[in-house]
């Protein structure tokens, strides 16, 4: 299952970061902060591809284990970039199931819909931060805890 | 105890970032697993080394650095679970877990005992004493970075620094840590991620704590307490942390810290008092902030103060006026962008380019110079670029020292939007610029260093002017008409006894009424109070009290002027000629008829504030336009008067005369009009008739003098008599001297008159009276007591019924005689059946050549001259029927004495000669042989 979703801009800043377990936000930051090093290095890496063939889907980034000494979990994070060079990385706890390629692949082709349907909201001035649920259902979380606005109460610990 | 399995380099190499191996669900005491993956990941990477020459390792660094980093981030929890990372050293327990794992890891496996260095020996040593550790883990941690940062993942390299950092400060080195502090947050600022920012920021403040940097301590104390992201008694705690220190003595007085006022409090709004941002010398200007405090507490201020630049430029209040419309909301109040500091500044958060055209015009001609476009927010545009590191350090932000401050002391900024006033008195006139916004709090000064957008405010002083305007478009002569005065104080108080003096025009008077009002107001136009004022007469000055009033205000009131209704002198010789003027005068006075004729009254005003006078001009129209005519009946003589009114309002119009001037007793105006009062309206006109009567013999010329008195309609009562409006006019040559009588006669045999046949025109030219004054002339000749003037007669047909046969003029010798007659025969023939107007008979006074005006002029202006005044006649009825005869006149009259001096012809004036046979018509029946029946439908 996803632990955590983001969605970082064209330059960088993320646009939407969400974690399942909240009280680690900060380590997910990091996490996903440092993985763009790798989105980036694979982007420039087929940067030549055509854009119509290029594959949008980036694989496996970063593997990575829970600091939580007593039962350690193994997190991959995963990452996707559209047309548009809007990143999408994906940090996935594997540690009991291994999942496979292809239900990554369907979990960011609905990332990328429900992206696309932010977009297309007229209200949405593109660039501004994402604060909605539409990412929710990914995580498996409650819809109502979703809403909650990224850009408030986020507290570190 | 664990023991740490075997397994396979080749399959790590083959997926060299994964830990091949989680054993799971094994119960292992802590730092075992940690030991075991440190010691795997240096196995590999030591095999990978053993088989692989320097270029290949350097090429595939993308794929061990990985192991690298988890090996050094194993090696650092191995350190903090150890407790060799404290400052001083491992205590009992950390002992005895340290043992645990040494004793855990076994003996070294064989193959790598006898080498120098081994990842097993590495791990005993690191783990065996404090400073062992330290050079293992900062040897790992630079290799890491290096090899990162050699890759390009400067993110990865970063964050590793962090960990540096963090074991710096563990270990109190905090010089060394705050460089990778520093590093990291520049990169996450760079990219506007929010949670790392506050969260290394925190571990920054700390490191500065210790490191004694007060400003940039405090500078990251107002961010973070300004940081939502961050708890509520976090950020309490960093705003505390500022103002303990700004309660502290400073140590060195006058000493300022200067900190960026972003972070801790942001300008909202600005709003005048008065909104257009213009007040005059001495006026109080009121300047209200709205700030919204970024802390969590409520911050006592000592002083707000806002930094202005004061710049002489006079005289362009208008402009800023201007710029006011363009720029503020009505109500005077100007908005600032809210800016939103996590973003990153690289992008979308950039102010749109504010471009504006310029134009340079030379000053002489005013032809334009140059021309360009000129981006107003340079600034701040610039300032973006290295914005990312001034926001860290103070050094960007310099305190201006400006002379024009305004103040406001001791203020308590509660969190969220507080609402500050400042108050000045306007002293000097110029441009005021508002630069800066300081708030200060002991030593520590907040700074906004740009007020953006540009807000002003303007001073200006006045001099005192006064303005004299008539309330309707357009002043009337002859009724009471509204002129509205305006004096502008500007920084002239007016006291009490002050006054305008005004000299009298001659036809124009100031109405003095019993109470006056003036009105007092501010120059903002709010009415400030009511005052009489005194208004006193004498024949040559009129003076008006004005009530006083304070500088910068306005004092309004009506007076009521009176110009004399009257009317241009006329009287010309056109005019003169009544019914018959000539064509061309008859066009201008046509262009002329709807506007009216003006007259300019000049008043010059003596103010007290200046010892010139003020002249101004007043421009009265007259309402009506008049014109006459002489009108004859026989010897019965009428004069009729036409007035126009031109203007737009009704009037009423009485008693109504015309005298004659001259006084002569012998002659008599008998009105033919109504005596009651008569209404005329706008745009209309009223004709006034009068019978002249004489006893003796008529004077030859008539002066006469119209007047009517009038009042506007619609005025019920007016307090005083108004003055008539009057008309002069002269009429000349009225008396007439000659009746024509025209007869047309059907041919001998028949009834009535046939289309084509001739019938016989008589023509008879009495003359009415006996040798009077006006017929002496030239025309007149004298032989023995009998006198003789030379006529010529003329018919002309204009409408082409009567085809003259035969000639149709000729020169006539007439008797100066009562009833001498003269009688003419020709020959006319019909050319269209029906009740045909008679042709029309003209007389001409036949002047014959004259020597003594021939030696003046030579022969072709006389023909010139000649022709001319046969034109004159002819053209009043110009139609293309006329042609013929005209023709027939020139040849009569310019054939015959080609290249002599000509005798001239004169136009009787109309008064002189009566038509009796105007109008009269004749019957003309069709010819039987007609083949063509011509019928006409208008």
């Known amino acids: 299952m996803a632990v955590c979703v983001a969605v970082i801009a064209k330059e960088n800043y993320p646009l939407y970061i969400r974690s399942v377990p909240t009280e680690n936000e900060l380590k997910f930051h990091y996490m996903v902060h440092t993985s763009l090093d790798v989105v980036d290095e694979k982007i420039s890496a087929m940067g030549k591809a055509l854009v119509d063939q290029r594959e949008l889907y980036l694989g496996l980034l970063y593997p990575t284990e829970d600091y939580k000494v007593t039962f350690p979990n193994q997190l991959c994070s995963y990452g996707y970039v559209t047309n548009s060079r809007v990143k999408f990385v994906m ?67 | 105890m664990v023991t740490v399995p075997f397994f396979s380099p080749v399959a790590v190499q083959r997926c060299p970032h994964v830990p091949a191996l989680v054993p799971s669900q094994v119960s292992v005491p802590p730092g075992a697993l940690d030991c075991w993956v440190f010691l795997s990941c240096l196995e590999v990477l030591q095999r990978i080394e053993g088989c692989c020459d320097r270029a290949q390792i350097d090429s595939n660094i993308a794929h061990t650095v990985g192991l690298w980093s988890y090996a050094t981030e194993k090696l650092k929890s191995l350190g903090y679970l150890c407790g060799l990372v404290s400052e001083k050293g491992p205590n009992s327990e950390d002992l005895n877990r340290t043992v645990d794992l040494l004793a855990g890891l076994g003996a070294e496996r064989p193959e790598t005992a006898n080498t120098a260095q081994s990842p097993y020996k590495k791990l005993k040593e690191a783990l065996s004493s404090v400073e062992a550790f330290e050079k293992h883990y900062l040897d790992l941690s630079h290799a890491t970075i290096e090899m990162y940062t050699s890759i390009g993942r400067i993110r990865s390299a970063k964050f590793v620094g962090k960990d540096l950092a963090e074991f710096y400060m563990r270990k109190k080195l905090p010089q060394k840590a705050e460089m990778y502090l520093q590093g990291a947050l520049k990169n996450y600022l760079a990219e506007g991620w929010a949670l790392p920012i506050t969260h290394t920021r925190k571990q920054l403040a700390e490191c500065q704590k210790h490191l004694g940097q007060i400003e940039n301590y405090l500078q990251t104390s107002s961010l973070l307490a300004s940081d939502r992201h961050l708890s509520e008694e976090e950020r309490k705690y960093f705003c505390r942390e500022i103002l303990n220190f700004a309660s502290q003595q400073p140590a060195s007085p006058g000493h300022k810290i200067v900190l960026p006022m972003q972070s801790f409090a942001q300008l909202r709004d600005l709003h005048f008092t008065p909104s257009n941002a213009v007040v005059h010398v001495g006026g109080v200007l009121s300047v209200e902030i709205t700030v919204c405090s970024q802390m969590p507490v409520a911050v006592h201020v000592e002083q707000i103060a806002i930094n202005v630049h004061f710049s002489i430029e006079k005289n362009n209040y208008r402009k800023t006026a201007e710029w006011l419309t363009k720029h503020k909301t009505s109500n005077g109040i100007i908005n600032f962008p809210v800016e939103t500091s996590p973003f990153p500044e690289s992008q979308n958060s950039l102010p749109a380019l504010e471009l504006y055209e310029t134009f340079e015009r030379s000053p002489s001609d005013n032809s334009l110079n140059t021309t360009g476009i000129i981006c107003k927010n340079v600034h701040m545009l610039l300032r973006r670029q290295e914005s990312s590191t001034s926001l860290e350090t103070p050094s960007g932000v310099a305190l201006e020292d400006g002379a024009h401050v305004l103040k406001c002391s001791s203020v308590t900024l509660e969190p969220g939007a507080n609402t500050i006033t400042f108050r000045t008195q306007a002293k000097e006139p110029g441009t005021y610029t508002l630069r800066q916004l300081c708030a200060s709090l002991g030593p520590v000064w907040f700074v906004l260093p740009h007020i953006y957008p540009l807000v002003q405010y303007d001073v200006y002083s006045q001099e005192p002017q006064l303005h004299v305007e008539p309330l309707a478009d357009s002043l009337l002569a002859g009724i009471p008409q509204k002129v509205k005065f305006t004096v502008t104080t500007g920084h002239y108080t007016v006291k009490n006894g002050d006054s305008l003096q005004l000299s009298n025009a001659e036809a124009m008077f100031i109405l003095c009424h019993a109470e006056n009002r003036a009105v007092i107001s501010s120059n903002t136009r709010e009415k400030a109070s009511d005052a009489s004022f005194r208004v006193q007469s004498s024949d040559k000055v009129t003076s008006i009290s004005l009530p006083a009033a304070p500088a910068y205000h306005m004092i309004e009131f009506e007076l009521e002027v009176l110009s004399l209704p009257s009317a241009p002198a006329t009287g010309g010789e056109s005019k003169m000629l009544g019914m018959t003027e000539p064509q061309r005068k008859h066009k201008d006075t046509q262009k002329a008829a709807h506007c009216m004729a003006t007259t300019d009254h000049k008043v010059s005003i003596d103010c007290p504030w200046s010892i010139y006078s003020t002249v101004i001009a007043l421009t009265f129209s007259v309402p009506f336009r008049t014109r006459h005519s002489l009108l004859s009946a026989g010897t019965r003589k009428y004069v009729q008067v036409c007035v126009q009114n031109l203007s737009e309002l009704d009037f009423q119009l009485s008693d109504s005369k015309l005298v004659d001037t001259s006084g002569s007793t012998d002659l008599q105006l008998i009105p033919l009009n109504t005596t009651s009062q008569q209404h005329i309206y706008s745009k209309q006109s009223v004709f006034f008739v009068w019978e002249l009567k004489w006893t003796r013999e008529p004077p030859p010329s008539l002066h006469c003098q119209f007047s009517v008195g009038f009042s506007p309609a619609s005025e019920e009562r007016l307090s005083i008599s108004l003055k008539p409006y009057t008309y002069e006019f002269q009429v000349e040559n009225f008396f007439t001297l000659y009746n024509v009588k025209a007869e047309i006669l059907p041919p001998v045999g028949t009834e009535h008159c046939k289309t084509g046949s001739l019938c016989s025109l008589e023509v008879s030219i009495t003359r009415l009276s006996d040798l009077l004054e006006v017929d002496k002339d030239e025309a007149l000749t004298e032989s023995d007591e009998y006198f003789s003037t030379k006529l010529m007669y003329e018919v002309v047909d204009n409408s082409s019924n009567w085809a003259v046969c035969g000639k149709s003029s000729g020169v006539i010798s007439m008797p100066v005689a009562a009833q001498a007659t003269h009688r003419v025969h020709m020959e006319v023939m019909p050319l269209f059946a029906g009740y045909l107007p008679l042709p029309d008979v003209r007389l001409f006074k036949y002047l014959p050549h004259h020597s003594a005006h021939s030696s003046q002029l030579d022969a072709d202006s006389w023909i010139e001259n000649d022709s001319l005044s046969v034109d004159k006649q002819v053209d009043d009825q110009l139609d293309s029927s006329s042609l013929r005869s005209r023709a027939s006149v020139h040849s009569a009259t310019g054939s015959e004495h080609k290249g002599l001096p000509m005798p001239r012809l004169q136009a009787l004036p109309p008064g002189q000669v009566f038509n009796s046979s105007t109008g009269t018509q004749i019957l003309v029946i069709p010819s039987k042989d007609d083949h063509v029946l011509e019928v006409s439908v208008t």
Not at chain 1, 128 to 145: C, F, N, V
């Open chain 1, 91 to 157: 940090v996935v706890d594997s540690s009991n199931t291994a999942l496979r390629d292809n239900e990554i692949r369907s979990m960011f082709r609905k990332l990328h819909n429900s992206y696309t349907d932010v977009m297309c909201n007229p209200f949405y001035n593109p660039g501004d931060r994402i604060q909605s649920r539409w990412a929710a259902a990914l995580l498996g979380l409650p819809p109502s805890l979703c809403s909650s606005a990224l850009l408030k109460g986020t507290v570190l610990r």
